[in-house]
């Protein structure tokens, strides 16, 4: 019995008795339960729920278009290959396709091991149609790579990311753009266009996307666009550097001198007639951040409120004062409450009410899109009213009406993107638009009869086509409900039209120019006028988020100006523009053309993109969606046979994972052996994603190997000594079967819980190894008795919040807290308890940390366990066996004694302050693109005890002495600073050198943690 006893203690402390480091990170909730159908084309799966058969008929056009122009380019074929289709941007975050969070500007997905493409219906009928092109391209570069047996998905990373995104936009816009262009003039203005090594080494300079698409369209235009897939397959197979020698017979540096002699020489000659930014410049990277987007100036002109990074680490919605320039405030902090996920600062801006007092913006809560009604008086920001509108999936772009009692918003129903408007006081909408055009952007006119929006009404789009035109300024008329579309700078878009203060003109912005200025339409005259001549342009992060606005009082403009790379805020009166008159039928899109400009050889992408192809519609068809388990991924950790005095071992490994379509219902299964034929371990696990609670199951069988050895004496029957080696080797064989699950409440917040029962068996094999004069003259090997067996019953329950924002190494904004209690029964009878808070703030440049964290075993076998140990590194630093060691190199009074820091009970504080040291310019103290790294100064506290009572109980065995007591647990403290290294987004490095405040004999000691980043 007593060694049963031990083997139990000694086992249960293997698995249960060090401290379970606390689990964090927020949550991907699936607010809904999509009901999905497959729509079969020829040559794809669409697995949907839009329960529209136009709108899904018309994306499966779509799809089978955007096939033969790739399979052009790539000489490839697809055969089901399956498209994952989301109503809007706001389900498409809750995919469980994807397993990490879906960030706010992501328009699509390609996922690689079964070229799923992931993609949302956008607000737009050209948005989803370029998202659904751009994906295809990353479906063939993946077929690519798996239909090649000389190729694997780690030849991926021979290709740099733009090569890859930039032939996905290549492909999908083709050689002219007008956001691509204006990035490579501001690249030529700035005398910085990269060199082929500068963009792989630096995309978060360059962004991949459009760097990405000028150089592909480039290599295209001189070599052809059939020198595409030759140049992605070589360099998948040897790497870029040696594609170029091989293909074009010159170096990437040769290669990198053509491109920017080719881009400045594109781009120059366009430079030379455009004049600076009008007005005055309000926010920039000195008093705001490197983007500052989507300004909106308050009826009176006095306030604007506007989108900025200015604390680097967090996209923060400000508002400031126009006349000071001076921040006043920020309405985030209504978007960090726990129900709230985020707000959308991509494509979309809110309103002021009419007398300036109060400010509506959309913003994702609970699987949906809320309107969130602000009151802003006095720069008090406090949220007023949260306004959940039923039944519309998306909204975007919410305007206050003149009167005060409406809110006009785009709308996004089952793929239709319409206008809509909510009264405030009966909460009713009416639904204002309802047809296949895609309806955005909507403004009021000063007196409310009218409103300005852009759709794609035009002559150029064909709906039975599915051709979509240009965005054309429409007005819509309250009183008659009729549409009037203004049909004028063919062939150009336009964007956000505005009223002026007296409703005879409407401001908008448009590339009628080859560029992106302010126009302004005279609705009396037909008179056209455009107000800027920029180099660069008025623009958002994409072509359909907001730049500019008017104010309805004063008439003065505020808009977002694009150059240096950077985004920057400008304020304007009438009076200072240009007036440029413009003729409404004349437009040049010259300035649009990616190099090498208009003379391209072999020009087979705009060919394709020009050309509209259907399939007959008895090809297509409707299939309920049936869950079938398909093989996800296969994996290998190797194999190995080996010989030794022990006998014959084996090692290696195998997983698979198993799933269905939509990855609801996931199999992981593995097998692995390290040793002999008992050695064999395996599990075999199922998740369940289906709803909002997800659970799991899981059984494993593992064994677990220990050797003691002892030496000794034998003697044969002739009474000759033996030398014999004796090993005992024993194995630990647990099964396990668990159930567990969790509850997202919001992407903030959850509930964890689960239940476990083990079996604990063993097996004892004695090995002798006999030697005679120094010579192995045998073995024997038998099984001898072992230990019973003995059941471990386990339950805990958890409740999760977490809404940091990290830094480079650590989080820097926000909370973290996990409470959590677990109890184990049978053959131990132990509860834990853990409590551990986290607060972040985040002052610019600095980051300041703090933790309290309790964690305890309680019952009547909590100290048959394992002791804890506080001195860890990962609790209080400084107090490793190195530092201990150099404290008995010689003599102090009141020495520590090491067991006094241990025990079944903890209690631990930190706080830290984290400097960015290395890393992007505008956060760190030096600049790098590549090595991330913070400077910690840490303070540490913490104590340990073994009494079932808290901490300041009398009868606690705890005392608060600064000097160690040998009679009482007491205690330590530390303080120090270390260097925390991001390794590439795998782990996270920290030296640390640390001041033992209770070691009084040691000046310093140093330690080294390997964690995900601190506390």
């Not at 498409?92 to 799923?116: A, C, L, N, Y």
């Not at 002219?176 to 995309?203: E, F, H, Y």
């Not at 059984?699 to 050797?707: C, D, I, S, T, W």
């Not at 303080?975 to 070691?999: D, T, W």
Request: contains cysteine; negative net charge; charged residues 20%.
């Amino acid at each position: 019995m007593l060694m049963k006893r031990i083997l139990l203690i000694i086992v249960i402390s293997f698995f249960f008795g060090n401290i379970s480091f606390a689990q964090f990170g927020q949550n991907k909730v699936m607010y809904e339960r999509f009901n999905f159908d497959v729509y079969k084309t020829p040559h794809f799966e669409i697995y949907n729920y839009l329960n529209d058969d136009t709108a899904i008929h018309g994306l499966g056009q779509l799809s089978e278009r955007w096939y033969l122009r790739h399979m052009a380019i790539f000489n490839d074929t697809l055969s089901q290959s399956p498209i994952i289709l989301y109503n809007n941007t706001t389900d498409f975050r809750q995919t469980t396709v994807i397993s990490g969070s879906i960030g706010v500007g992501t328009g699509g997905v390609t996922e690689g091991f079964r070229s799923r493409v992931v993609i949302p219906v956008m607000a737009s009928n050209k948005e989803t149609d370029h998202v659904l092109g751009h994906e295809m391209v990353h479906v063939f570069q993946y077929n690519l790579v798996r239909e090649n047996d000389s190729l694997s998905f780690q030849s991926l990373g021979n290709i740099p990311l733009w090569f890859i995104e930039g032939t996905a936009e290549f492909l999908s816009i083709g050689p002219m753009d007008n956001r691509t262009a204006m990035w490579m003039r501001d690249a030529v203005i700035n005398d910085d266009v990269p060199s082929i090594k500068k963009m792989t080494r630096n995309m978060y300079k360059y962004f991949p996307y459009r760097y990405g698409h000028a150089f592909m369209s480039f290599i295209s235009g001189v070599w052809g666009d059939d020198i595409i897939q030759p140049y992605y397959y070589v360099s998948l197979k040897y790497g870029i550097e040696h594609a170029t020698k091989l293909l074009f017979n010159i170096s990437t540096d040769s290669l990198s001198t053509l491109w920017e002699n080719s881009i400045k020489s594109q781009f120059s000659e366009f430079l030379t007639d455009t004049v600076a930014p009008n007005g005055a410049l309000m926010y920039n990277d000195k008093n705001g951040g490197e983007i500052n987007l989507s300004p909106v100036i308050s009826p009176d002109g006095k306030q604007v409120i506007f989108l900025s990074n200015r604390d680097v680490i967090n996209i923060d919605i400000l508002l400031a004062n126009t006349e000071t320039k001076k921040i006043t405030g920020k309405l985030t902090s209504t978007v960090k409450k726990t129900h709230i996920d985020d707000f959308n600062y991509i494509e979309d801006a809110g309103s002021w009410s009419p007398d300036g007092k109060k400010y509506v913006f959309s913003t994702f809560s609970q699987g949906t899109n809320v309107l969130l009604v602000v009151d802003i008086e006095n720069s008090r920001i406090k949220t007023e009213k949260e306004i959940t509108l039923k039944n519309i999936d998306y909204i975007s772009n919410p305007e206050w009406s003149p009167d005060g009692k409406h809110i006009l918003f785009n709308g996004l129903v089952k793929g239709k993107s319409d206008l809509y408007l909510y009264n405030l006081e009966s909460e009713q909408i009416t639904q204002l638009t309802n047809d296949y055009y895609s309806d955005l952007q909507p403004s009021w006119s000063t007196d409310g009869s009218e409103i300005a929006f852009i759709s794609d009404r035009g002559k150029d789009t064909d709906l039975e086509k599915h051709i979509f035109g240009t965005y054309k300024l429409c007005v819509y008329n309250l009183k008659t409900t009729q549409i009037l579309v203004y049909d004028f700078l063919p062939k150009a878009n336009i964007y956000s039209p505005q009223y002026s203060p007296t409703d005879s003109s409407l401001y908008f912005l448009s590339n009628a120019d080859g560029f992106r200025n302010l126009y302004k339409y005279h609705l009396h005259t037909g008179e056209i006028f455009k107000l800027t001549k920029l180099a660069t342009g008025i623009t958002g992060i994409t072509d359909l988020a907001p730049a500019f606005s008017v104010s309805s009082e004063s008439g003065e403009v505020v808009y977002t100006h694009y150059a240096k790379g950077k985004y920057s805020i400008y304020k304007a009166k009438p009076s200072d523009f240009l007036n440029i008159p413009v003729d409404p039928i004349l437009t040049n899109f010259d300035a649009e053309y990616l190099p090498p400009g208009k003379t391209r050889i072999v020009n087979i992408v705009q060919n394709n993109l020009d050309v509209h192809p259907s399939q007959p519609k008895d090809s297509f068809e409707f299939n309920n969606y049936k869950a079938k388990f398909e093989l996800e991924y296969i994996g290998s950790s190797g194999v190995g046979v080996g010989y030794s005095s022990y006998g014959t071992y084996a090692s290696g490994g195998v997983s698979a994972l198993f799933s269905d379509m939509l990855k609801y219902h996931q199999i992981y299964a593995m097998l692995q052996i390290n040793g002999e034929v008992y050695d064999f371990g395996g599990q075999l696990a199922y998740l369940n994603m289906k709803k909002r609670l997800f659970w799991g199951a899981s059984f494993y069988h593992f064994p677990y190997r220990a050797m003691y050895w002892t030496p000794k004496i034998d003697y044969t029957e002739d009474s000759v000594a033996l030398y014999v080696d004796s090993y005992q080797l024993m194995r630990v064989f647990e099964e396990n079967l668990s159930v567990f699950s969790q509850y997202p409440i919001s992407s903030k917040l959850r509930l964890e819980g689960g239940v476990s029962y083990s079996h604990y068996s063993f097996r004892v094999d004695s090995i002798n190894n006999y030697f005679m004069g120094g010579y192995n003259i045998g073995q024997t090997k038998t099984e001898v008795d072992a230990p019973p067996s003995y059941d471990i019953e386990r339950a805990y329950i958890a409740f999760v919040g977490d809404n940091t924002t990290f830094g480079l190494t650590s989080p820097m904004d926000g909370y973290r807290y996990r409470f959590q209690i677990d109890q184990m029964i049978d053959a131990i009878t132990v509860t834990g308890l853990s409590l551990d808070y986290r607060k972040y703030y985040f002052k610019k440049p600095l980051g300041f940390a703090f933790r309290a964290m309790h964690y305890g075993r309680y019952g009547d076998d909590q100290n048959l366990l394992y002791p804890i140990y506080v001195g860890n590194d990962y609790l209080v630093r400084g107090y490793n066996y190195s530092a201990f060691s150099k404290s008995y190199e010689s003599y102090v009074e009141d020495r520590l004694d090491i067991n006094r820091l241990t025990g079944s009970k903890i209690f631990v504080v930190n706080a830290e302050i984290r400097y960015p040291f290395t890393g992007p310019k505008r956060f760190a103290l030096i600049k790098s693109g590549m090595f991330f790294s913070d400077i910690v100064l840490f303070l540490d506290g913490g104590v340990s005890w073994y009494n079932n009572t808290v901490p300041w109980n009398k009868n606690s065995d705890i005392r608060y002495f600064w000097n160690p007591n040998p009679n009482y647990h007491t205690p330590v403290y530390s303080a120090g600073v270390s260097l925390r290294i991001n390794l590439f987004g795998y782990m996270v490095l920290e030296p640390y050198i640390a001041k033992p405040f209770q070691l009084q004999n040691v000046p310093f000691t140093t330690g080294f943690i390997i964690s995900g980043g601190g506390f």
